[in-house]
């Protein structure tokens, strides 16, 4: 069964750093477009950062520009997504999502995903 699953969330104070990770089960990511989605209640899941196979591109939503970064490891067949000097807006659910065929702008910005993960949380407090 082809799955996303990932891991890396949770409590963290204003300036501090997370990893998030999201492995590839049954199928290799090293073929797909991934992205990572926040999801906060109340609104639609938004588009973080999206690195796509198709055309070697990657796209970071403007708020996260300069602090987070999106990366693969295709050996590990994991996407990650190191997040620094973190805010609390940036607290939310984040999801893994995959896809083919398209670009990272789009994938981020039209939410264009075939697959997703089951979510890890991320809380930005003091």
């Known amino acids: 069964q082809r799955q996303v699953v990932e891991s890396g969330g949770g409590l963290v104070q204003p300036g501090g750093s997370l990893r998030l990770s999201c492995a590839g089960s049954?199928?290799?990511?090293?073929?797909?477009?991934v992205g990572w989605f926040r999801q906060v209640p109340g609104k639609e899941r938004e588009g973080v950062s999206c690195d796509s196979y198709s055309d070697g591109t990657t796209f970071y939503e403007d708020s996260v520009k300069g602090r987070f970064t999106i990366s693969r490891d295709n050996l590990k067949n994991t996407v990650y997504l190191q997040m620094n000097s973190l805010k609390p807006e940036d607290t939310g659910a984040y999801y893994c999502g995959v896809a083919r065929h398209t670009n990272s702008r789009s994938m981020c910005v039209n939410s264009e995903v075939d697959r997703w993960g089951q979510g890890t949380q991320v809380t930005v407090s003091s």
């Open positions: 049954g199928f290799w990511l090293d073929n797909y477009d």
